[in-house]
């Protein structure tokens, strides 16, 4: 099974440029006008997910509807999981304060040019 996250988005240059140069997602496809959409794939070729940005032309999307819509992605290696902050901030992005603080106690949450909220969480994932 694979997962494909889609949503709209206010700023398909801007969101692509948070994806990529700051979680180091990959372009893996896109495409323009498909019935007035415009659209962007990213991720990171072989992992059983994506994320699919679209623009509807001549339709503004809403920002996220809370601060509670989270991607959380869990870095076991503390090493690793520095290098991810580090990135995210040498890319120019701050990280936030969560709305759960559970999420500040071993995790930095950063918001995207829409209001989404994604967390870099320093633990393996236990389920």
């Given at each position: 099974?694979?997962?494909?996250?889609?949503?709209?988005?206010?700023?398909l240059a801007q969101v692509v440029r948070f994806y990529q140069e700051g979680l180091g997602f990959e372009v893996?496809?896109?495409?323009?006008?498909?019935?007035g959409f415009?659209?962007?794939m990213l991720g990171h070729r072989g992992a059983p997910?994506?994320?699919?940005?679209?623009?509807?032309?001549?339709?503004?999307?809403?920002?996220a509807p809370s601060e509670e819509n989270l991607?959380?992605?869990?870095?076991?290696?503390?090493?690793?999981?520095e290098a991810?902050?580090?990135?995210?901030?040498?890319?120019?992005?701050?990280?936030v304060r969560s709305r759960n603080p559970y999420w500040d106690v071993h995790g930095r949450t950063f918001e995207d040019p829409d209001g989404y909220r994604v967390v870099l969480?320093?633990?393996?994932w236990a389920l």
């Open positions: 099974m694979k997962l494909r996250v889609a949503r709209p988005t206010r700023s893996l496809g896109g495409f323009e006008d498909h019935a415009d659209g962007v997910y994506h994320l699919e940005f679209t623009v509807e032309r001549g339709h503004a999307a809403p920002s991607l959380v992605f869990y870095i076991p290696e503390r090493a690793e999981w991810r902050v580090l990135r995210m901030q040498t890319a120019g992005f701050s990280p969480y320093q633990r393996a």
